[in-house]
């Protein structure tokens, strides 16, 4: 897409009412309604960030995961009035929360993301701190899997934990945090699990350097790797990966 698109988008989203809607388990909404709604849009901006970096002239097909309750998909359904729509958790709640508030189909997830029946041909995948949560053998396959539910000079936007995390960021939860730091510094790469998520098997928190995740990125073929540190509310990084464009001719 090129600026005049992206700034077409921009503009008719902000005239767009917002919905205000706020589901009662939704823990993000802690934070405050500020900062809420602050790194909300922030997410769709990163989203329309890596449309500018690819050759799309259109978004039809958009899936958020992991979805929660919607910080991200209200300004996703702002910004793409008319586009279908997919919203996917593991938390069932909260994706058929967003599927009846922002006119979407509800995907449930599972811990196993690759045995998920995913939409296919999807223009944008959306996905907000969820590999800041996984170790690198998952981060491998299951970014190989999203990009393969990708359209034609499809986007996957997701994001990571980078220098800025570690600096500053307290993870909590249990998680060795030592361990997290060393792991990161020596071999670009860090993973811990939670301790106090005994319910939830294997989910932690990780930190990743820019250069191992655009190597990750490198291995999957056919995909064309940006990466943006801080690019998501000033803190997370983001990867935009673009379906086909590595090597596609002008």
């Not at 388990?25 to 997410?43: A, I, P, R």
């Not at 990163?46 to 979805?67: E, F, K, M, N, Y």
Request: a negative charge.
């Amino acid at each position: 897409m090129d600026f005049r698109q992206i700034a077409e988008i921009y503009s008719a989203y902000e005239r767009t009412t917002l919905s205000t809607e706020i589901h009662p388990n939704d823990v993000m909404f802690n934070t405050g309604s500020s900062h809420y709604y602050t790194v909300g849009k922030s997410g769709m901006q990163a989203i329309l960030t890596g449309l500018s970096l690819t050759w799309r002239s259109q978004v039809s097909r958009v899936l958020d995961l992991p979805c929660g309750h919607g910080r991200v998909a209200r300004h996703l359904r702002a910004a793409f009035p008319l586009a279908e729509m997919f919203f996917s958790d593991i938390d069932h709640e909260g994706a058929d929360f967003c599927a009846r508030e922002f006119a979407g189909k509800a995907v449930h997830s599972a811990p196993d993301l690759t045995k998920v029946s995913l939409p296919s041909d999807l223009d944008v995948i959306w996905i907000g701190s969820l590999f800041t949560h996984l170790d690198k053998g998952r981060t491998i396959d299951w970014l190989t899997y999203l990009s393969g539910h990708l359209s034609e000079h499809g986007i996957l936007v997701t994001t990571f934990h980078g220098y800025f995390s570690e600096k500053h960021t307290a993870f909590g939860g249990g998680a060795d945090e030592e361990l997290l730091r060393r792991q990161f510094h020596f071999t670009g790469f860090g993973y811990t699990p939670y301790k106090t998520y005994n319910d939830i098997t294997d989910y932690g928190v990780s930190l990743s350097k820019p250069s191992t995740i655009l190597d990750i990125a490198d291995s999957i073929p056919g995909m064309r790797a940006s990466y943006m540190e801080r690019g998501w509310a000033n803190n997370h990084d983001v990867l935009v990966l673009c379906k086909n464009d590595r090597l596609a001719s002008f």
